[in-house]
């Protein structure tokens, strides 16, 4: 089991750097100079050549890759040439926003999704069922902004029950909150559907299995036959369908936070794409991927330590 | 003769299916007494699993009872309540599966299960672990205490149906069912589990039904005997009568194909010529007639239930010697 983590460990780091390789490849594929789009058309050559020095950018390429990892490696993201803050610090305030926005949709996906899956089985073939299937689909295939406009347009706009944009007053917990419950809902509605679907068929699969029919032969009450010997296999592949997720639930955090006007890791990596920022959009690419990495490794060794099978196939 | 623990009355029961209605067992009965070990024995798909199941009625979903009974001490199980019934699942009739490599949960110690398994008792946790090593100890675990703690996947065919013969035996049932509790396993295996349950019979105080396709089992085992074709019971006999008197063509072609038969290895093991009829379409006749070797034209009418002694009768138009 430790050699696995090590294993694991040492893989993640080097997805990392082959990542973070890509993104400087493509930074210099997509075309205009930094320092001219940063400074306008109007800039002198003379303030263009400062810029493009205090960005490093007239350094070699390999020069430039190896002391971005040289620095990062010591927790330096560099410098925003536009507000001379150092990135990290914005990161580090951007981050926790994203990341309370994502725990919180992730949190409606997993209570709502298992819940209706589960219902779905408990009913299967049923009305209720049918009915549940029907949601779980529709809840899927409607993208996330689409979801997050009409939430803001019913529940803001015309409610008026909820805020339109913002995090809510700092110090102000339920504002804060009230300020939540539209975001994370656009960001998590689509993996309520998903995990109710995946929590119905791997439940049902196992339902029929002969082991269940051994736990009912002895008599136990089906409340416990579904939630000790039926769920918690159920939840072993969904770990790591979740962890795969939180990728694509942090990209739809990004469209997310544009629509409610949210602080966040998606506000600021979108804001720093369009002025060229670079110091920072490979900041928070570097600190999203290395998030990413580190949640789907603890979701690995997390189903080594649910499931024995997986644990001692590990360990042979 | 005493009241029977188990009676199964002309039970009829049919699975739904993508292609239309299967009956797995047309008017099968069977009795068990209490001290008995019942032998019920037949080739692949003639319903024994689905006999089997009836018994605590936790048949498939796609299973219907179409017609009959099922009486455990006289009382019919499969009209009582639910909450009833499961009250005597594990307890008063338990069950032994037919493939111990998928019978236990993956994910739980073999303890947390058999602690489980005694739910119904109300004792601390501590004294229900003692009952299971005790019992592990019974089947001849090695190492109680060791398996306890192991996952199933952790044990061998072998040792998991043990394990599952001990969880049968842990609340003390009055019925034990083994659904081909040897089929699954190696002959050094099957020749041990045999073993240990001739052991388990001779303080077994309730009644054991055996369900298998290998006759030897039978021998070595049972007292009494049901022998099935086609969702039908088509002989009931004592074991010695059955192996030395058999009434009908069926058992006689059993008892012709089995290996442990013949005295020297035949090259190829003989086998029934022809297949089981469609349980979708059953003939209205002897649903044995296309395979049998005395068949005539009479066979093509339902055949009656020839009774020739107390103990014995098959299902069969020449039985007993009737031309
Ligand atoms: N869940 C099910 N759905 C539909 N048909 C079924 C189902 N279970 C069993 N059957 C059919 O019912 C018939 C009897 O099956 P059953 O399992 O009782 O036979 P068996 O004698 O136990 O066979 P085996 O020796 O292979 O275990 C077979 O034709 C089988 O195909
Ligand atoms: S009824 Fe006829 S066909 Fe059927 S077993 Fe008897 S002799 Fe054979
Ligand atoms: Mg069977």
């Not at chain 1, 990004?254 to 490979?282: C, D, H, Q, W």
């Not at chain 2, 609340?171 to 388990?200: G, S, Y």
Request: with cysteine; glycine share 8%; net charge positive.
């Amino acid at each position: 089991m430790l050699t696995y983590a090590i294993k694991r460990i040492a893989l993640a780091v080097l997805i990392l750097f082959v990542v973070m390789l890509a993104m400087y490849g493509m930074v210099f594929l997509v075309p205009g100079d930094p320092a001219s789009v940063a400074l306008g058309p109007r800039a002198t050559p003379a303030l263009k050549a400062m810029l493009t020095e205090r960005m490093g950018l007239d350094q070699p390429v390999a020069v430039q890759i190896w002391r971005f990892f040289a620095n990062a490696a010591q927790g330096d993201l560099g410098i925003d040439v536009w507000s001379k803050r150092p990135v990290l610090d914005q990161i580090l305030e951007a981050f926790p926003q994203t990341l309370l926005l994502g725990t919180v949709a992730l949190a409606w996906a997993l209570t709502l999704g298992i819940t209706l899956g589960v219902l779905a089985v408990v009913y299967r073939g049923t009305f209720i069922d049918r009915a549940l299937g029907l949601i779980s689909v529709s809840f899927i295939s409607v993208p996330s902004f689409v979801v997050a406009i009409y939430l803001l347009l019913i529940f803001a706009v015309w409610l008026q029950w909820l805020p339109a944009i913002g995090a809510g007053k700092s110090g102000d917990i339920p504002s804060q909150i009230k300020a939540l419950i539209l975001p994370s809902l656009a960001v998590g509605i689509g993996w309520v559907g998903y995990l109710a679907r995946m929590v119905r068929a791997s439940m049902l699969e196992i339902m029929a299995a002969n082991h269940i029919r051994t736990a009912r032969a002895f008599g136990l009450p089906e409340r416990k036959v579904v939630t000790r010997y039926a769920l918690r296999l159920a939840i072993v592949p969904t770990i790591s369908v979740i962890a795969v997720g939180l990728g694509s639930i942090l990209s739809s955090a990004v469209f997310v936070e544009t629509v409610f006007s949210r602080p966040g890791i998606g506000t600021l990596i979108t804001g720093a794409v369009f002025k060229r920022n670079y110091p920072v959009v490979m900041g928070t690419v570097l600190v999203t991927t290395a998030f990413y990495l580190l949640v789907i490794t603890c979701a690995d060794l997390l189903i080594a330590k649910l499931d024995p099978r997986v644990r001692d196939a590990l360990a042979r | 003769m005493t009241d029977p623990l188990l009676e199964i009355d002309a039970l009829s029961i049919a699975y739904h299916t993508d292609h239309g209605r299967l009956s797995a067992l047309r008017g099968a009965s069977l009795i068990a007494r209490a001290g008995e070990v019942i032998g019920i024995v037949g080739e692949s798909g003639c319903g024994k699993s689905t006999l089997a199941a009836s018994v605590i009625n936790l048949l498939p979903a796609a299973a219907e009872v179409t017609n009959g009974a099922v009486r455990y001490k006289g009382q019919d199980i499969l009209s009582l309540h639910p909450e009833a019934q499961r009250a005597l699942r594990g307890q008063d009739i338990a069950m032994i599966f037919q493939d111990p490599m998928t019978a236990f949960n993956p994910v739980l110690t073999m303890g947390a299960q058999l602690v489980d398994f005694q739910h119904a008792a109300q004792i601390p946790r501590a004294e229900k672990l003692a009952r299971a090593r005790t019992l592990l100890a019974r089947v001849g675990m090695p190492d109680p205490d060791l398996t306890l703690r192991r996952y199933p996947h952790q044990l061998s065919g072998g040792m998991r149906q043990r394990v599952a013969i001990a969880a049968a035996l842990l609340m003390n049932p009055t019925i034990l069912v083994a659904d081909e509790p040897t089929t699954a396993l190696d002959v050094t295996m099957e020749a041990q589990i045999i073993h240990l349950l001739r052991d388990l019979r001779r303080d077994y105080q309730g009644a054991i039904l055996v369900i298998t396709h290998h006759l030897g089992v039978v021998a070595e085992l049972c007292d009494r005997v049901y022998v099935m074709y086609a969702g039908e019971v088509v002989e009931e006999a004592l074991v010695d009568d059955l192996f030395h008197a058999p009434l009908h063509p069926y058992t006689s072609a059993l008892i012709a194909c089995d290996p442990g038969h013949f005295e020297q290895a035949t090259p190829i093991l003989p086998t029934i010529p022809g297949r089981l009829p469609d349980l979708r379409n059953p003939p209205i006749g002897c649903s044995f007639a296309p395979r049998c070797p005395i068949a005539s034209e009479i066979c093509a009418t339902p055949p009656p239930r020839m009774q020739i002694s107390l103990t014995q009768s098959a299902l069969c138009h020449k039985a007993g010697g009737r031309p």
